[in-house]
Nanobody, 120 residues
Framework: QVQLVEAGGGLVQAGGSLRLSCTAS????????MGWFRQAPGKEREFVAR????????AYADSVKGRFTISRDTAKNTVYLQMNSLQPEDPAVYYC?????????????WGQGTPVTVSS
């Protein structure tokens, strides 16, 4: 089992920045990579970004390219999401995910989520 704990969510003004973190524990040796999804009220959960523990490849949703950056610290079993230029469409609960599948066909573990609120 892998447990994921997110941190760093909160309230920020439009145009501001936040950095989310997600730390994995348990059977972390099974993890191929980690990433982030988000879910806004009334909308389905959507993919945001992902990264392998090797650092490659990375992937981003078109809506966040150029504004968000995903990174990882393998020594800490932690992945980060640096969110810059936050916009009114970005508020959501952000969920950390982990996958043991190199094809990313399944996300095996999910965090409980951390909310991000953007004021305007």
């Amino acid at each position: 089992q892998v447990q994921l704990v997110e941190a760093g969510g909160g309230l920020v003004q439009a145009g501001g920045s936040l950095r989310l973190s997600c730390t994995a524990s348990g059977r972390t040796f099974r993890i191929y990579g980690m990433g982030w999804f988000r879910q806004a009220p009334g909308k389905e959960r959507e993919f945001v970004a992902r990264i392998s523990w090797s650092g490659l490849p990375t992937a981003y949703a078109d809506s966040v390219k150029g504004r968000f950056t995903i990174s990882r610290d393998t020594a800490k079993n932690t992945v980060y999401l640096q969110m810059n230029s936050l916009q009114p469409e970005d508020p959501a609960v952000y969920y950390c995910v982990a996958s043991k599948d190199s094809t990313w066909s399944a996300y095996d573990s999910w965090g409980q989520g951390t909310p991000v609120t953007v004021s305007s």
